[in-house]
T-cell receptor, first 115, second 114 residues
Framework: GENVEQHPSTLSVQEGDSAVIKCTYSDSASNYFPWYKQELGKRPQLIIDIRSNVGEKKDQRIAVTLNKTAKHFSLHITETQPEDSAVYFCAASFFFSGGYNKLIFGAGTRLAVHP | DGGITQSPKYLFRKEGQNVTLSCEQNLNHDAMYWYRQDPGQGLRLIYYSQIVNDFQKGDIAEGYSVSREKKESFPLTVTSAQKNPTAFYLC?????????????FGPGTRLTVL
């Protein structure tokens, strides 16, 4: 069935270190993979996304990689800062009859960056 | 943070009562979504609508109902049939015109059953 697994569930790093969060998805037809950041008490906000025709995408200190063969994608944050502390969610698109599509979210990773 | 709004921010319900959560967007988006967020479980899809007067059940629709009479509004009713309704509810919208649409989230409603 439709499933997105996300690891680790918690991640603690020192300021300046890199952080990596990994997700796997079940449907080989998925073609859109967004990452959302949710700060405490706030709404999730899109930070980066990748489409299936691209293997890697970068935006300043964050990057996402996609391996379609293995059905996994990862978020990389370099030079972490305390303001990167938040819960991060990955998601994958799933499609079904009638032309409908939806996102399935991973369970989230709580990232803590310590000064 | 404008564009998509939810009300109320906090809602308390007695057991056996139905309550309705409001979601409004002025982004001219066709698609709207309702998610439930519980600690450690990510975002789970309750209902979604890709156009006015049409909606589909998500993964956890039991005990919930929706309507989509206007493009800008997608209210969610939590009925007494929902056994464990205490959670954080998020509404989202997207333009819906391709497979790659960013979903924009509202600020959420925290529902507590007393």
């Amino acid at each position: 069935g439709e499933n997105v697994e996300q690891h680790p569930s918690t991640l603690s790093v020192q300021e300046g270190d890199s952080a990596v969060i990994k997700c796997t998805y079940s449907d080989s037809a998925s073609n859109y993979f967004p990452w959302y950041k949710q700060e405490l008490g706030k709404r999730p906000q899109l930070i980066i996304d990748i489409r299936s025709n691209v293997g890697e995408k970068k935006d300043q200190r964050i990057a996402v990689t996609l391996n379609k063969t293995a059905k996994h994608f990862s978020l990389h944050i370099t030079e972490t800062q305390p303001e990167d502390s938040a819960v991060y969610f990955c998601a994958a698109s799933f499609f079904f009859s009638g032309g409908y599509n939806k996102l399935i979210f991973g369970a989230g990773t709580r990232l803590a960056v310590h000064p | 943070d404008g564009g998509i709004t939810q009300s109320p921010k906090y809602l308390f319900r007695k057991e056996g009562q139905n309550v309705t959560l409001s979601c409004e967007q002025n982004l001219n988006h066709d698609a709207m979504y309702w998610y439930r967020q519980d600690p450690g479980q990510g975002l789970r899809l309750i209902y979604y609508s890709q156009i006015v007067n049409d909606f589909q059940k998500g993964d956890i629709a039991e005990g919930y109902s929706v309507s989509r009479e206007k493009k800008e509004s997608f209210p969610l009713t939590v009925t007494s049939a929902q056994k464990n309704p205490t959670a954080f509810y998020l509404c989202a919208s997207s333009s819906g015109d391709s497979y790659y649409n960013e979903q924009f989230f509202g600020p959420g409603t925290r529902l507590t059953v007393l």
